[in-house]
């Protein structure tokens, strides 16, 4: 067998760290799928098994992969997958019907619904690629409906216009959100095209296979709710919409005792991307995932 190197092995087991920072079991398709290495799927999966360092670290059990010290995480991971294939469900009907709103160019679920993770009471996260400069528009047809029905069939909290899908923050959460994204109507898989960076980080990775051509492409109705909306009348309704969306960020971020950043005030008034995630989320996964980066290599040292 080929020596495996420390470096080689902590890439090769980054998607089990990864999934011990949000306390879940991961399967050999995620592992493969998410590792920062290209490796055949079959080779690592008998890597696992057959390196001693590895064999020591690492546990399987009914298809499952956790750390060693984690195995309780082996037995909850089953009905994690169960509530988020039906959260998986719930969105492609939903989407079906929101993809005749105007100026709404594709829809993806987000979160621990597509990653078939979803804990007690998970929602299903959209990311809605909206026409460029309707981002408000597109936040007062779906925010009010979503907190009407408080979130139990679905939550529009990222919006990117069509224009602008590159994302200027390349890092491994983002990764991760774009890579186990499902397409669920539109042309979602543009989001991908848009950032083949994700393929550097992940070499072993492929996208959300594409929807039906009937989803993908733009309905009667909703050209027609848009010739309505080109005007005067969809200029005014692009303005409530802003302004609507200023009061949610401000009260979003009072939650907190903070003022809206700088950056996401930025990005939203130049009409390239409206974001509502919880708190320094993004920024408190990474460093959890750095640290338990930094705990296994320990673990590595001590076992070569």
């Not at 216009?161 to 109507?185: G, M, P, T, W």
């Not at 009260?251 to 409206?274: C, K, N």
């Amino acid at each position: 067998m080929k020596q495996v190197s420390q470096s080689e092995r902590l890439d090769l087991l980054d998607a089990l760290i990864y999934g011990d920072v949000f306390d879940c079991a991961v399967t050999l398709d995620e592992l493969w799928r998410y590792a920062r290495v290209a490796i055949d799927r079959e080779k690592l999966r008998h890597l696992i098994r057959d390196d001693p360092v590895l064999r020591r670290l690492v546990v399987e059990r009914d298809g499952f992969y956790c750390l060693a010290d984690r195995t309780s995480l082996l037995g909850e991971r089953p009905q994690r997958i169960l509530r988020a294939r039906g959260l998986q469900k719930r969105a492609r009907f939903i989407a079906r019907i929101l993809r005749h709103l105007p100026f709404v160019r594709g829809l993806l679920l987000t979160g621990s619904a597509s990653a078939d993770d979803a804990t007690t009471g998970a929602d299903a996260d959209l990311l809605v690629i909206v026409a460029g400069g309707r981002i408000g528009t597109a936040f007062l047809q779906l925010a009010p409906v979503a907190s009407l029905l408080g979130g139990r069939l679905f939550c529009p909290n990222w919006y990117m216009s069509e224009d602008h899908l590159s994302v200027v923050s390349k890092n491994l959460y983002i990764a991760r959100e774009f890579a186990q994204a499902l397409n669920l109507c539109g042309d979602a898989e543009a989001l991908h095209k848009s950032n083949p960076w994700i393929s550097e980080v992940f070499p072993n990775a492929a996208m959300s296979p594409p929807v039906e051509a009937h989803l993908k492409r733009r309905s009667s109705i909703q050209r027609f709710l848009e010739a309505v909306l080109l005007g005067a009348v969809g200029r005014r309704l692009e303005v409530w919409g802003k302004r609507l969306v200023r009061k949610r960020l401000r009260a979003h971020y009072a939650r907190f005792g903070l003022q809206v950043p700088t950056q996401v005030s930025a990005d939203f008034e130049a009409g390239t991307v409206l974001g509502f995630h919880g708190y320094r989320y993004e920024a408190k996964t990474l460093q959890a995932h750095v640290l338990r980066r930094a705990q296994l290599r320990d673990k590595l040292t001590r076992e070569l």
